[in-house]
């Protein structure tokens, strides 16, 4: 083993030190360990909650990560679906309806679809009440959340800090500044910083994995802000490029927010993770860092599980070892750092929770496979009488731009479309005329003129399906 030893800032190494060493010799949790720790937190949870549906401490924040632990906690075998309605509730009680503002106002841009009062971490709140509400959506198939998560979504999306901005949010974000691509405390604000911009990220993923639309700029634009920030040292900085990241938490942030921006392989990635390997997790601990330890382990922990393989086996067995073990007798777990006192109560036993439910196969929906908000079929019939009502002449038109380069499920947009134009050009009748215009193919992404820029790739004609695949 290399050993190196340091002190804080401005501490002087002749002194004497203490140097911890533990080898973690207890087996990893059972399934029923984990079935009854998560059990224990999600009955604290239920109750702790007030009569209006909140928590205390966070109200907004609060209810947000309870009721994702409620949605995610069926393996408890725990019905608590009275407390998760009420908490979802809650959050439509205090939700603004962009139908109280005039169109295109300045009241609209900053409240249309924000949960709770304007505040100075209003952003924060946003994230957490939108990915509740798209959560509990998808599991509980319940579509009167639906117009609620679009407005939500919505402002997260306008208040990223990019050319699309709008003046009412003090935009547009000149492409050169350094904080271009992330999100700060409130819409307005201009600056950016990691914390912040990680959650608005995880709940855009959770919003095109549920099925709403995000323009695909936003996460490359996103994947652009977060890799500025990565330090020498593996971890990320907190709001400006920094040669060090120096913090667990954010290495966690960091790693994550790339793997879900469609950036799996970044080289920034394993740094980050060998960093947390390096200093792994310790009860009560989040060195080096902010001091908030239930931050990096529900950052690492999903971070692990996309890396998958031994990082995650390893990680798995005893961060769940390690949350079942200190659980006090509430329920809950205790504070210390920056996460200590009462106003972080419910915030500590939602993020056990949430972080105990992937030992149980639980995945949020952010890291899931993309759904549809509603079954359909395209069913395809060619016969001598569906061959008469077809049209004679078609032109088929193919988006061949920058955009299609974005993922779903893991796989590029383009790829998906030439699979199904060929699909579709072979079961053409070969009676009929038929050509193939591109557009946006040869200017960059943000090029003003590829959104005007089209090609006529295959003239009108008798069909050629070969041809015609072979071009696409």
Known sequence: FLVNV??????????????????????????????????????FLASTQQEDGSWPGHPIAGAGLSVMAFVGGECAGKDHSARLRGGLSYLKSIFTPGSRFPTGSEEAAIQAGMFGPVSSKVMYEQAIATLAVIEACAALGDTSLEPMAEEAIGLIVRSQNTSRKPATLQGPIPS??????????????????????????????????AGFSVPDPVFADAAKYVRALKGTDGSFGYDYPTTTGDSCARAGMGALSLQLCGQPQDPAIPPAVRFMQAY????????????????YW?????????????????????????????????????GSQSEEGEQYVTYRAALGALILEFCCGHVPIYMSPPRVKAPGA??????????????????????????????????????????????????????MNVGLRVYGHRYALNDPQACADTELAVPIGPLDKNGLIETV
């Open 298 to 334: 529900y950052y690492g922990t999903r971070v692990m599980y996309l890396v998958g393989g031994e990082d995650w086996r390893v990680w798995k067995d005893y961060m769940c070892r390690f949350l079942v073990d200190n659980q006090d007798g509430t329920g809950g777990w205790d």
């Open 378 to 431: 395209v069913r395809v019939v060619v016969e001598k009488e569906a061959e008469k009502e077809a049209p004679l002449t078609v032109e088929i038109i193919m988006d061949a731009s920058n955009s299609m380069w974005g993922q779903i499920g893991g796989e590029a947009k383009i790829t998906i479309a030439r699979r199904v134009l060929a699909e579709t050009i072979g079961g053409l009748p070969d009676t």
């Open 6 to 43: 340091h002190t804080d800032i401005g501490g002087d190494t002749e002194h004497p030190y203490t140097l911890r060493v533990r080898k973690n010799d207890r087996p990893p949790a059972t399934p029923d360990e984990v079935r009854q720790a998560l059990g224990k937190a999600l009955d």
């Open 280 to 295: 792994g997790p310790a009860w009560h601990l989040e060195y080096p860092g902010d001091g908030y330890p239930f931050y």
């Open 176 to 209: 050169d500044s350094p904080y271009y691509g992330g999100w700060r405390y409130e819409p307005g604000y201009t600056d950016s910083d990691l914390s912040v911009s990680a959650w608005q990220i995880l709940t855009l993923k959770a919003a095109v994995n």
